[in-house]
């Protein structure tokens, strides 16, 4: 075999594998008013290799302000804190309701994620109103977690690894409805961001 | 020495774990509120709710207000131990203050309204207390030219309806504010605000006297349930939230402006805040559910007077000019 055809042949399998290759999403999203709490973007995939999600609690707080999972996993919840904590949802627009009762300094609770997929639900403390996570069931993972601040509006994302074939992008935001678009690759696009009908800001998306 | 230095270090690594936090006391931000959609309310609105929210002819036998029970002269409460409604007959519970609300996450002392909003409309719709069902609000409300105005102007086209009835009233208690009392001004620098008494207090406050374990962050207030051992046969949160230990919960009150909201406890047990501090100072022992945070406190005569030094430094009146009625 001549060396050009040598060549030929090593570059034809990389060539095949085009629809296979990742990409990098990148976007930057803006608001006009303040943030949300917490959101998340992410590609809809049909599979995800997310492991057990861990929920914890210190300082009457959750230690984190979204947690993504998928259907069928356990979510485990540790009380970290020195004060008794009740974790709940009772979110039935999405089939989410659990209540893991009252949890004293150190202990531990699990329960089930089975609500609806492609969707985030609140998590509360019924003894500490003021506590308040989510955690999103989602397939996929290819995601970026958004972690809002009150006073920030500009937030970059970046989501590496993409396989092509995977076009079809969601946004989930507490208080929004759920925004699904298409971003195929090289694509950039400018999606509105909207809240009962008023646009609160814009993602603007490329994707290399 | 060094013996000394190692059992101090030995008894703060035993406490630590003991203290629970407590978010930092201050002035609350006005950056901080959350109003509903993140949009503040306009004037219109905020007027609209001050005229309901004195106006009688939102109960049934068209004699008592928001305002009778939350009375701005009384600290926005009825003086009373426990509620009256409207036709007389007595409620079950001491009526809570409203200032500060803006920054809160629940309401009612059980917590029954998650917000302001569906908390306007609880009471004037309760049967025990105005006892005015909703659509016949909505039709006399309607016959009144003025409230045509008003609610036109603050809501346009969308006129007069149980939403934007509980909009108007939520929007003007959100905007009755305390943030610049002696406290205030002294945790901004100014050092003279506060006399020695209430520095003391302030310090017990957040230490011996333990107070800080419930009553924290600008509001004083975590906005939580706690059953402090207040013995009567309300189950308090339990109620509402079906959840263990809850028996007796009742959501801790702010203190802004406590000095003018007597009496004081769910049910209006205690008449004066020295006798609040020294049913703290009891602590509450041999009273089935009591939250582990509540223990005796063996505070001094003096230290009770320097804990309601600082809790009047806490004062800061808000005056309402009550509005004509349309």
Request: aromatic residues 8%.
């Amino acid at each position: 075999m001549s060396f050009s055809k040598k060549i030929l042949t090593s570059l034809l399998p990389l060539a095949f594998a085009g629809g296979a290759l990742a990409d990098t999403v990148t976007a930057e999203l803006e608001f006009t008013k303040r943030p949300p709490f917490a959101g998340l973007i992410y590609l809809v995939d049909n599979k995800s290799t997310n492991s057990q999600i861990t929920i914890d609690q210190k300082d009457k707080q959750f230690t984190q302000k979204l947690q993504v999972g998928s259907s069928g996993q356990q979510i485990k919840f540790n009380n970290s804190d020195n004060v008794e904590h009740n974790i709940f949802t009772n979110e039935t627009k999405h089939s989410a309701n659990f209540d893991v009762g009252l949890m004293q300094p150190g202990a531990t609770s699990e329960v089930a994620l089975n609500w609806q997929e492609n969707s985030i639900v609140r998590i509360g403390c019924k003894i500490h109103p003021k506590m308040r996570a989510y955690i999103a069931n989602i397939l996929s993972d290819y995601y970026q977690v958004l972690d809002f601040e009150k006073k920030k509006k500009n937030y970059q994302i970046q989501i590496k690894d993409v396989p092509s074939n995977l076009t079809t992008m969601n946004l989930l935001m507490p208080g929004y409805k759920s925004m699904e678009f298409e971003l195929q690759p090289g694509e950039t696009k400018e999606v509105p961001i909207s809240k009962k009908g008023k646009q609160r800001g814009t993602l603007k998306l490329s994707r290399q | 020495m060094l013996k000394r230095i190692f059992l101090n270090l030995v008894a703060l690594i035993f406490t630590l774990p003991l203290l629970v936090f407590a978010a930092e006391l201050g002035t609350p931000s006005l950056e901080d509120i959350e109003y509903p959609d993140d949009e503040p309310p306009t004037t219109e609105e905020i007027e609209l709710g001050k005229v309901l929210f004195f106006d009688p002819r939102l109960s049934l036998n068209e004699k008592q207000s928001c305002a009778t029970c939350h009375n701005p002269e009384m600290g926005f409460g009825d003086g009373m131990a426990k509620g009256l409604g409207t036709m007389g007959e007595g409620l079950g519970r001491n009526t809570p203050h409203i200032y500060n609300l803006a920054w809160s996450s629940i309401f009612f002392w059980d917590g029954r309204a998650q917000t302001l909003e569906e908390q306007a409309l609880g009471p004037i719709s309760a049967p025990g207390e105005m006892n005015m069902p909703l659509p016949q609000l909505i039709k006399r409300l309607k016959k009144i030219p003025g409230y045509q105005k008003l609610f036109k102007a603050a809501y346009g086209d969308s006129g007069i309806n149980k939403t934007n009835i509980a909009r108007a009233i939520a929007a003007f208690e959100r905007s009755i504010i305390t943030r610049n009392s002696a406290f205030d001004r002294y945790i901004q620098g100014d050092k003279n605000a506060m006399d020695p008494a209430a520095i003391r207090g302030l310090a017990l406050f957040e230490g011996k006297a333990r107070c800080t374990k419930c009553h924290d962050g600008v509001n004083f207030t975590d906005d939580s349930f706690h059953n402090i051992g207040v013995n009567n046969n309300d189950v308090g949160r339990e109620k509402v939230s079906k959840a263990q230990g809850m028996k007796g919960a009742f959501k801790t009150p702010g203190l802004r402006n406590v000095w003018l909201t007597s009496p004081y406890m769910h049910d209006g047990s205690e008449p004066s805040l020295e006798a609040v501090i020294r049913f703290y100072n009891r602590g509450s022992e041999g009273i089935a559910g009591v939250s582990n945070l509540i223990k005796p406190l063996n505070l001094s005569e003096d230290e009770i007077s320097d804990l309601l030094a600082f809790l009047a430094a806490l004062t800061d009146p808000i005056i309402i000019e009550r509005p004509k009625m349309p």
